[in-house]
T-cell receptor, first 107, second 113 residues
Framework: QKEVEQNSGPLSVPEGAIASLNCTYSDRGSQSFFWYRQYSGKSPELIMFIYSNGDKEDGRFTAQLNKASQYVSLLIRDSQPSDSATYLCAVNTPLVFGKGTRLSVIA | GAVVSQHPSWVICKSGTSVKIECRSLDFQATTMFWYRQFPKQSLMLMATSNEGSKATYEQGVEKDKFLINHASLTLSTLTVTSAHPEDSSFYIC?????????FGPGTRLLVL
């Protein structure tokens, strides 16, 4: 059974701080990794995807991948209240989703 | 990014009726579309992979005769929930690929009374 694990949270950070979201996966052969943001009652929105070990930056978001440790993370710099949502980690094709981490950014 | 639409966004029906949900890729062609279901406070669970011009591939535990999928064109896939029951009430979301990243439709919330 291929699994993707995330801490359900909630993770609370003050406005302007860095939010760090973590994800581990069980399938060592996984090749593609995605982070989605889901607001309550809405469908997921793609934030980042990463295929290679290392860091990938896009604006305030940085995805980090370590295939040896089977670990992928998402950093959100200068967190804003509008970033408050559930963040879903997904792996491979077809996508296997974690249960999501609920982030709360406190103004 | 690519746009995926779904219709309807909300549907309420009586137990025993059938409900059809449409998923369209608006500005790209999608040979493959995916159907997910999400129960409250749960993550997305893949139901089936829909391939244009061929039969859908269903995940283990998903009844193919209950959840009929048709992918008649490169921009349209439909999911029909046949003889819906209250336990089928859920948030149904389709997804399509434009290259590798996966984009999701806005979802269809189904309530079966």
């Amino acid at each position: 059974q291929k699994e993707v694990e995330q801490n359900s949270g909630p993770l609370s950070v003050p406005e302007g701080a860095i939010a760090s979201l973590n994800c581990t996966y069980s399938d060592r052969g996984s090749q593609s990794f995605f982070w989605y943001r889901q607001y309550s009652g809405k469908s997921p929105e793609l934030i980042m995807f990463i295929y290679s070990n290392g860091d990938k930056e896009d604006g305030r978001f940085t995805a980090q991948l370590n295939k040896a440790s089977q670990y992928v993370s998402l950093l959100i710099r200068d967190s804003q209240p509008s970033d408050s949502a559930t963040y879903l980690c997904a792996v491979n094709t077809p996508l296997v989703f974690g249960k999501g981490t609920r982030l709360s950014v406190i103004a | 990014g690519a746009v995926v639409s779904q219709h309807p966004s909300w549907v309420i029906c009586k137990s025993g009726t059938s409900v059809k949900i449409e998923c369209r890729s608006l500005d790209f062609q999608a040979t493959t579309m995916f159907w997910y279901r999400q129960f409250p406070k749960q993550s997305l669970m893949l139901m089936a992979t829909s391939n244009e011009g061929s039969k859908a591939t269903y995940e283990q535990g998903v009844e193919k005769d209950k959840f009929l999928i048709n992918h008649a064109s490169l921009t349209l896939s439909t999911l029909t929930v046949t003889s819906a029951h209250p336990e089928d009430s859920s948030f149904y979301i389709c997804s399509a690929r434009d290259g590798h990243p996966r984009y999701f439709g806005p979802g269809t919330r189904l309530l079966v009374l």
